[in-house]
């Protein structure tokens, strides 16, 4: 079965710009256990031991759009090729 290519990418854009919103609000909120939780999810970095730096507007916006734009691509992408190998 065919995936609808622009679907699937605007899916991925909400998803992917969703996540991003969470880990903003996260990092907000307790910018500890955000780092905490990212040293765990690449192993033998601790992320704690960075300097950190207040939330900026501008750019924890850039950040959000260049990810939901990046997200959107990976879908397409990803829905593109799907097609061409499935058939």
Not at 13 to 21: E, M, N, R, W
């Amino acid at each position: 079965m065919k995936k609808d290519i622009n679907a699937t990418a605007n899916a991925l854009a909400v998803v992917g710009g969703g996540a991003y919103l969470i880990c903003v609000v996260w990092v907000y909120f307790s910018m500890s256990s955000y780092m905490g939780v990212l040293s765990s999810w690449f192993h033998g970095l601790d992320f704690r031991a960075l300097p950190t730096k207040q939330l900026e507007l501008g750019s924890w916006l850039w950040g959000f759009i260049t990810f939901t734009a990046f997200s959107w691509l990976a879908g397409y992408f990803f829905a593109y090729f799907y097609n061409k190998f499935i058939k």
